[in-house]
C-alpha cells in the first residue's frame, strides 16, 4: 500500500516559524505594490505569489510516497560439515571419532532439523579443502587440510538465487593448510557477516589439550623472500608451536645446505649460519605456557649467490614424543648483486632521511648510523666492528668532522683505508663540517678523497666555517663535462633535460675543486661550479659530492629520480652497475609443496641486453627424490613459459633442469632450480581442536557457539524464533526533488513576471 512520508528539512517549530514568516511578508508587503490595478489583476498576482512561496514550504517538507512489497525468495541455510582427515581422530565420547560424533549430533536433532527444512532449504555441505554438497553425510573422512577461511568465502561469493539467512559451522575448528595462500578464518567470517548479514553458529568436536600429553616442539610454518641478494641481511619469519614445555628454554636455529645440491647428490651437509652483524641466526626462547604458539623472527646474511635449501630447527629436547615436524626445509635462490651500505650523518640531517629509503630496493640494504650534532659530537662513539673487513661494500659520510671516527687511541678512518684498498667504495656528502673544514686534510684518507683540501681549513667545533668554502644557492644540478655519458647520471630516458627539470637545490654546497686533471666532474652547477666529483684508485671508487638537499627533488614529484640516482651512485662505487642474470631462467613460487600439489615451473630466455628472446623453445624435465625423470612439454604466453608438473606425491627434493634453444641452437647454459614436497602433514602433525577460534567466528559474525550436546535445542529456538523467509522491501518516490515541481515553481514565476510585464509593473 502506498504511505505518504514527511522528512522535513528542519525541526518542525523551525519550519512552522519559517513557513509563516514566509506567507506573512507575501501578505503584508505584495498588496501594496499591487492595489492600483483592477481587482482581478490584482488577486491574480497576490495568487500567483502565495502559489510561489507554497510551493517553497512544500520542497522544505520534503514528501514522498512509499511503497512496501513482499519479497518472496527463498530462504537457505547451510550446514557446513568438516570432513578433513582431523576429524577422524578418536577422541569423542565413547571412543567415537569427531566425524562419528558429528553425525550423532545430526541424528538426534534429526526430527528438529526436519521441521527446519519445511521452512526454509537446508542445505549441508562437506568441507576441507574444498566443498563438496551432499545429501547424506558419512562417516569419511578424507580431506587433506581444513580450510575454513576458504569454505567461508566461497559462500559468501556464491549465488545460489537464495537468500542466505545462517549458516551452521560443525568442525574441530582448526585451522590447517600448507603453502597456500589461505584466506584467515576470522577474515573470511567478517566479510560474511559485513556483506551479507549471515551469523555462523558454531559447534565444535575434539579437544583442545591432545598434544599436551607429552613434550612436543614444533617449526609449523616459515615465511622467507625465494629472492635474496648477497651480503644482504634476509629475514625469516616463523611459527614455533610447543606442547608440554612450559619453564624450558628452547633455542630455535637457522641451518643451511652446505653443499649447492648438485644433481645426483642425494646428500646434505647442514651447519649453522655463522652470527653477523644485523644477523640473528639463532634465539634462545623461554617456554612459558603448557601449550602455546608463538611468532619469532631471525635472519642470516647471505654469503655468496646460488641456489640453497634453508632450515629452521627448534633444537629436539630430551623426552620428545616426535621430532619430525622440528625442522622446516626451503629453497632459496641468492642473487648476485646485494649491496651493504654504511651511512654515517647526523641525526638532524634530512637528506639521510630520503637515502635510507634505497631500503626499499631489494639490491640495497642501507644501514644508517647517527650520531647526535652540535657540542655532542664530541661524545659520538661509533662501533669499531663496522669497519671489519667484509661487513659494507660502500661507505657513506655524511655532515661528520674527522674527530668522531677516532675512538680513543683507534683511529677508525685508518680501517677504513684498508676496506677502500680492498675494494669498498667511499662517499661523502655536502656539509658544514666535513671536507677541509672537517679536519679531513690529515686524516688516512686524504688521499682517496678527490678534492683539495689543506690542514689550514680545519674549523673548530664552536667556529663556523669560513663562506668562502661554500657556494651559494639556489641552484641546478647539471650534468658535469665528464657526466653526460657516465653510468651515474643517467637517470632517465633524455636523461640531459631530465635534470634541467629537477627543482633547484637551495641550501647552498661545498665548493670542490677536483684535486688532480684526472678527476672526473660528473655534476656542475650552471654558473659550471663543481657538484660531483669521481675518481677510480686501483681497488677502489670515490664520489665527493657537494650538495646535501636533494631530498628537494624527492618532495617536489621526482621521488623516483632521487631513489635512481642514489641508487646508481651506490652501485658504481661498488662496482656492480654492469650485473647480468643468466640467458635462461627458471622461477617457482612457492618453494614449498604438499604432497599432490600441482607445481607450476615459469621458464624464459633473455638475450645480452636482458630482453626477453621471442620463438624460444624449452625442455623442462623434473626429477623426483627416488631418480625418476619427467619431461614436460612448455606452454608459451608472451615472454614466458610454464610448465605444470603433478607427479608429488613423494615427499623430498626435486631438481628442475630447463634448457632454450631457438632452431638448432642452445640459448645459453641450463636453468636449474629445485622444490620441496614436504614430508610433514599439517592436518594430523598437531590434530588439537581449536574451540577458541570457533568461538570467535561466531561472536565476529553476531551468533554463538553451540555446545554438540545443546544443538537439537538450539534448532528447535531456531524454529521457535522463526526464520523470516519473507523480506519486506521498500520503495520510495521523493515528491520534492524531481523536474515537475521545479517546473510548476518555474512557471508561477514566470507568470507572474508576463502579467506584471503586461500590466506596467516590470
Not at 547451510?78 to 545430526?106: H, Y
Not at 628454554?249 to 647428490?265: F, H, S, W
Not at 629537477?502 to 641550501?507: A, V
Request: include cysteine; aromatic fraction near 8%; proline fraction near 7%.
Amino acid at each position: 500500500m502506498p504511505e505518504l512520508i514527511v522528512e522535513p528539512v528542519w525541526s518542525w517549530p523551525l519550519l512552522l516559524m519559517a513557513s509563516a514568516a514566509l506567507i506573512g511578508v507575501v501578505l503584508l508587503t505584495y498588496p501594496s505594490r499591487v492595489r492600483h490595478l483592477p481587482p482581478f489583476w490584482r488577486r491574480l498576482l497576490l495568487g500567483l505569489r502565495l502559489a510561489s512561496a507554497i510551493v517553497l514550504i512544500f520542497a522544505l517538507l520534503r514528501p514522498a510516497v512509499r511503497y512496501s512489497e513482499i519479497d518472496q525468495q527463498a530462504a537457505q541455510l547451510v550446514v557446513l560439515l568438516d570432513s578433513s582427515r582431523s576429524m577422524g581422530i578418536k577422541d569423542g565420547t565413547g571412543g567415537l571419532t569427531r566425524r562419528e560424533a558429528l553425525l550423532k549430533t545430526l541424528s538426534d536433532a534429526g526430527p528438529e532439523l526436519k521441521e527446519l527444512a519445511e521452512r526454509v532449504d537446508l542445505r549441508f555441505i562437506d568441507f576441507a579443502e574444498d566443498l563438496s554438497p551432499v545429501d547424506d553425510p558419512t562417516a569419511a573422512t578424507e580431506g587433506r587440510q581444513t580450510a575454513i577461511g576458504t569454505a567461508l568465502d566461497e559462500l559468501r561469493r556464491e549465488d545460489t538465487g537464495k537468500r542466505l539467512v545462517g549458516i551452521l559451522l560443525l568442525s574441530d575448528g582448526a585451522q590447517r593448510t600448507l603453502g597456500r595462500e589461505e584466506i584467515a578464518p576470522l577474515t573470511a567470517a567478517r566479510r560474511l557477516a559485513e556483506q551479507r548479514g549471515v551469523p555462523i553458529y558454531t559447534v565444535t568436536y575434539g579437544t583442545a589439550e591432545l598434544s599436551s600429553a607429552g613434550l612436543d616442539l614444533a617449526v609449523e610454518d616459515i615465511v622467507v623472500d625465494p629472492l635474496a641478494y648477497e651480503k644482504k641481511t634476509v629475514p625469516v619469519r616463523l611459527q614455533l608451536r610447543t606442547a608440554g614445555a612450559a619453564g624450558r628454554k628452547v633455542k630455535v636455529r637457522l641451518l643451511i645446505e652446505e653443499t649447492a645440491g648438485l644433481p645426483g647428490n642425494e646428500q646434505s651437509t647442514w651447519r649453522e649460519l655463522p652470527v653477523a652483524a644485523n644477523a640473528r641466526p639463532f634465539e634462545e626462547i623461554e617456554i612459558r605456557g603448557n601449550n602455546t604458539l608463538q611468532a619469532r623472527e631471525l635472519s642470516f646474511v647471505a654469503e655468496r649467490a646460488g641456489e640453497f635449501k634453508l632450515a629452521v630447527e627448534v633444537v629436539p629436547e630430551d623426552g620428545e614424543l616426535k621430532m619430525t615436524n622440528n625442522r622446516y626445509e626451503t629453497v632459496i635462490t641468492v642473487l648476485k648483486g646485494g649491496l651493504k651500505v654504511a651511512y654515517f650523518d647526523v641525526t638532524r640531517s634530512v637528506e639521510q632521511k630520503f637515502i635510507r629509503r634505497l631500503n626499499e630496493n631489494a639490491r640495497i640494504q642501507l644501514d644508517v648510523f647517527l650520531v647526535p650534532g652540535g657540542p655532542f659530537l664530541q661524545q659520538a662513539r661509533l662501533d669499531p666492528a663496522l669497519f671489519q673487513r667484509g661487513a659494507y661494500d660502500v661507505y657513506v659520510i655524511g655532515d661528520l668532522p674527522a674527530f668522531v671516527f677516532r675512538q680513543g687511541g683507534t683511529d677508525l678512518l685508518a680501517e677504513l683505508l684498508a676496506r677502500c684498498r680492498e675494494g669498498a667504495g667511499l662517499a661523502m656528502l655536502g656539509g658544514a663540517r666535513n671536507y677541509g673544514p672537517g679536519g679531513y686534510a690529515d686524516t688516512p684518507i686524504a688521499a682517496l678523497l678527490p678534492v683539495k683540501m689543506s690542514p689550514a681549513e680545519r674549523v673548530e667545533i664552536n667556529a663556523e666555517p669560513p663562506a668562502e668554502a661554500f657556494l651559494a644557492g639556489p641552484f641546478q644540478m647539471l650534468p658535469g663535462p665528464d657526466g653526460r655519458a657516465h653510468y651515474l647520471m643517467q637517470i632517465g630516458p633524455n636523461s640531459d633535460a631530465l635534470w634541467r627539470q629537477l627543482p633547484e637545490l637551495k641550501n647552498g654546497a661545498n665548493r670542490l675543486v677536483p684535486a688532480t686533471a684526472t678527476v672526473n666532474v660528473l655534476a656542475i652547477t650552471p654558473a659550471r661550479d663543481p657538484l660531483l666529483l669521481g675518481w677510480e684508485t686501483a681497488s677502489s671508487r670515490v664520489l665527493a659530492v657537494g650538495v646535501s638537499d636533494t631530498w628537494r627533488w624527492y618532495t617536489h614529484g621526482f621521488a623516483a629520480t632521487h631513489q635512481r640516482f642514489w641508487e646508481q651512485a651506490l652501485l658504481w662505487l661498488a662496482r656492480m652497475e654492469n650485473e647480468s642474470d643468466q640467458p635462461v631462467w627458471a622461477r617457482l613460487s612457492p618453494r614449498n609443496y604438499a604432497p599432490g600439489d600441482k607445481v607450476s615451473i615459469v621458464t624464459g630466455a633473455q638475450d645480452d641486453q636482458l630482453q626477453p628472446i621471442a620463438g624460444a623453445n624449452f625442455q623442462v624435465e623434473v626429477t623426483g627424490p627416488e631418480g625418476m625423470m619427467t619431461r614436460l612439454s612448455a606452454l608459451s604466453s608472451g615472454d614466458e613459459a610454464t610448465a605444470e608438473f603433478t607427479a608429488t606425491t613423494q615427499p623430498g627434493d626435486y631438481q628442475v633442469v630447463v634448457t632454450a634453444t631457438k632452431g638448432d641452437q642452445s640459448l645459453g647454459p641450463p636453468a636449474r632450480t629445485r622444490f620441496i614436497v614436504d614430508a610433514r602433514d599439517p592436518e594430523l602433525d598437531n590434530p588439537a581442536a581449536d574451540p577458541d577460534l570457533m568461538a570467535e567466528i561466531a561472536t565476529i559474525s553476531g551468533a554463538v557457539p553451540v555446545p554438540a550436546e545443546q544443538f537439537d535445542e538450539f534448532v528447535q529456538e531456531l524454529i521457535d524464533a522463526g526464520l523470516a523467509a519473507d523480506v519486506t522491501r521498500y520503495t520510495q518516490i521523493n515528491l520534492w526533488d524531481g523536474w515537475p515541481l521545479l517546473l510548476v515553481f518555474v512557471l508561477l514565476l514566470t507568470t507572474e513576471w508576463v502579467v506584471r510585464k503586461w500590466r506596467g509593473l516590470v
